[in-house]
């Protein structure tokens, strides 16, 4: 392939979109009350909306007569470059929360320099995706601060649902050899820079939410390179199962 | 002339003008109590509605009919809370409808007592199920309650394409492998009847409905409306080459409808006290959502307060 970075690195953002996506429309029917139901289905709905661009502009660049299904459908979890951080699992409401709030507000630092990316496409994605991204990263953090600053139950739980999410946090905001040449291609962001911009935004939410910051690095590594946790297998057993026990059909 | 005739009279005139009784008017009470039962009912189906198709939203088989099902059931949610509004307008309280909801008090469409227990279920709903609904809420949207008409108007727009999107799943399957032909007549096989029951009892055994007619919150019977939904359905399973279960069903050159074979109504009435397949499972889900939301909606409140009264106090300062 000619582009294999460029293919590598689109799969990263479309498995990323996609395996969160996968992960909150679990909750789809089971929200602690109807409003936010909508608003989580909602979430995950345009990460699945994402996750299709991403998807078909890697089939494109892979050729071979890929779409956006046989990425999504026929790949083994040692294929998925997702982060490691959107495949946990939901837990309980804070769980969820915790986990969406220090996604959403690096992918919002991230989507607002893929607006600005040499890759056309990615760019064209990123200024769509942005308003949706936008309204994600400050859905969860007004959801941070309600829980941290509510009840004394809810701010011990929200606590604990920081810390226990915290160790997956690191990945995305180091950058291996792929961002590294992406960045020097114009393509992808300085991580550097997201990683400040990201910490003192998490810090700024959490100190109005009267919560600690975890100590810890955020130490996990794996999911950019294919190395996922238990749980991404169990994901895609159900995600998957159709089109594999049907390979010759079309839904 | 008007001043001898009660209000109950004057009532029943200004709705015989086909004229749309709003939250301030005068109603019976009876009117107000049997428009509460039924939008709240209405309102819980669409919540319990969403649990059988977001039961396949995460093994949805390809990513285009994952956005589809997803955006339908959220509209769903959105139906639900239309609803509760509605009822609210007659005064009920949305917390206490859930309550009566999760105590089994109040009830909900039988129909989602059922199983959804492959792809083609998400097909055989939209076509049926959604068909059987829309068949219901049109006659709705004329309905003498203003705020439950002007709801179903509104539901009525997204509920078609629901069922557009049902029917396209069926056709994408019974136009594919001998499988997943297989999956589309397996599926309408099961929901078949449980689509019709969803009109209600036989006129004859429906003693409410009389009074609902008059007071035209109902604008057509059950069974007018179950022979309507047969009459529009059979040509379109022909369509799919699918085969209706249902082997007393044929054309009635005389009468211009469908004759139908006998509805199974010990199994309708077992589902309606509680006993269908997936009545526990609904319920229990429903339930434990609430419960495990309960510290949720209370730190959500608690925060609200603190907001509230710091924003009196820098007002104050």
Redo the contacts between chains.
């Keep these: 392939m000619e582009n294999a970075n460029l293919y590598d690195y689109t799969l990263r953002l479309g498995d990323t979109a996609l395996i969160l996506g996968q992960r909150l429309s679990e909750w789809c029917g089971h929200g602690p009350v109807l409003e936010q139901d909508i608003a989580l289905t909602n979430i995950a709905l345009d990460q699945i909306g994402q996750a299709r661009q991403f998807l078909q502009y890697a089939a494109e660049l892979k050729g071979d007569g890929a779409d956006e299904d046989t990425l999504a459908y026929h790949r083994d979890a040692h294929e998925f470059r997702n982060l490691l951080l959107v495949e946990q699992p939901n837990g309980h409401w804070g769980d969820t929360l915790a986990r969406q709030f220090i996604f959403d507000t690096y992918n919002y630092f991230l989507f607002e320099r893929l607006m600005k990316s040499k890759d056309e496409r990615i760019a064209s994605i990123a200024i769509k995706a942005m308003k949706e991204i936008a309204y994600h990263a400050q859905w969860s953090a007004e959801w941070i601060i309600r829980l941290g600053d509510g009840t004394q139950e809810s701010h011990d739980k929200i606590q604990q649902s920081i810390d226990d999410v915290w160790m997956w946090s690191g990945e995305m905001l180091e950058a291996d050899k792929l961002d590294v040449a992406m960045m020097e291609a114009g393509i992808a962001p300085d991580l550097n820079e997201i990683k400040e911009l990201w910490l003192t935004k998490v810090s700024e939410i959490l100190k109005i939410a009267t919560l600690e910051m975890p100590e810890g690095t955020g130490h996990q590594r794996g999911g950019k390179k294919g190395v996922h946790s238990e749980h991404l297998g169990y994901i895609l057993a159900e995600m998957q199962y159709l089109p594999k026990s049907y390979p010759d059909a079309t839904w | 002339m008007g001043e001898s005739h009660s209000l109950e009279e004057r009532f029943q005139a200004y709705v015989d003008a086909e004229n749309k009784i709003e939250p301030k008017d005068w109603m019976p009470e009876r009117y107000r109590k049997t428009l509460i039962r039924q939008i709240s009912q209405h309102a819980h189906s669409e919540?319990v509605g969403?649990?059988p198709e977001?039961n396949w939203?995460?093994?949805?088989?390809?990513?285009?009919?994952?956005?589809i099902l997803?955006?339908k059931?959220?509209d769903e949610?959105?139906h639900?809370?239309y609803l509760?509004s509605a009822a609210e307008t007659l005064g009920a309280d949305r917390k206490d409808m859930i309550d009566d909801l999760h105590t089994g008090k109040a009830k909900y469409s039988s129909i989602f007592n059922y199983p959804t227990i492959s792809?083609a279920d998400m097909g055989a709903i939209g076509w049926l199920v959604d068909g059987a609904a829309i068949a219901n809420q049109v006659m709705l949207c004329r309905t003498s309650y203003g705020p439950y008409s002007r709801a179903m108007v509104r539901i009525c727009k997204e509920e078609s394409f629901h069922q557009r999107q049902g029917y396209e799943?069926m056709m994408?399957l019974a136009k594919?492998?001998p499988?997943?032909i297989a999956m589309a007549q397996d599926a309408l096989n099961r929901w078949w009847w449980p689509s019709i029951m969803m009109f209600g009892p036989r006129d004859e055994d429906s003693p409410n409905s009389a009074q609902s007619m008059k007071w035209k919150i109902k604008r057509k019977s059950n069974d007018e409306l179950r022979q309507e939904f047969i009459d529009k359905t059979v040509p379109q399973a022909e369509f799919l080459g699918l085969t209706i279960p249902d082997p007393d069903l044929k054309w009635n050159e005389e009468t211009g409808h469908y004759d139908f074979g006998e509805i199974n109504w010990d199994e309708f009435y077992q589902v309606i006290k509680g006993n269908g397949p997936c009545n526990k499972q609904r319920l229990d889900?429903r339930r434990?959502?609430?419960e495990?939301?309960?510290?949720?909606?209370?730190?959500?409140n608690?925060?609200a307060e603190?907001e509230a009264q710091r924003r009196k106090e820098g007002n104050a300062a």
């Design positions: 919540v969403m649990l977001s939203i995460t093994r949805a088989p390809s990513l285009r009919s994952k956005l997803l955006a059931v959220q949610a959105g639900g809370l509760y792809w799943i994408r594919g492998t499988e997943q889900d434990n959502a609430h495990a939301g309960e510290w949720v909606r209370e730190a959500a608690a925060y603190k």
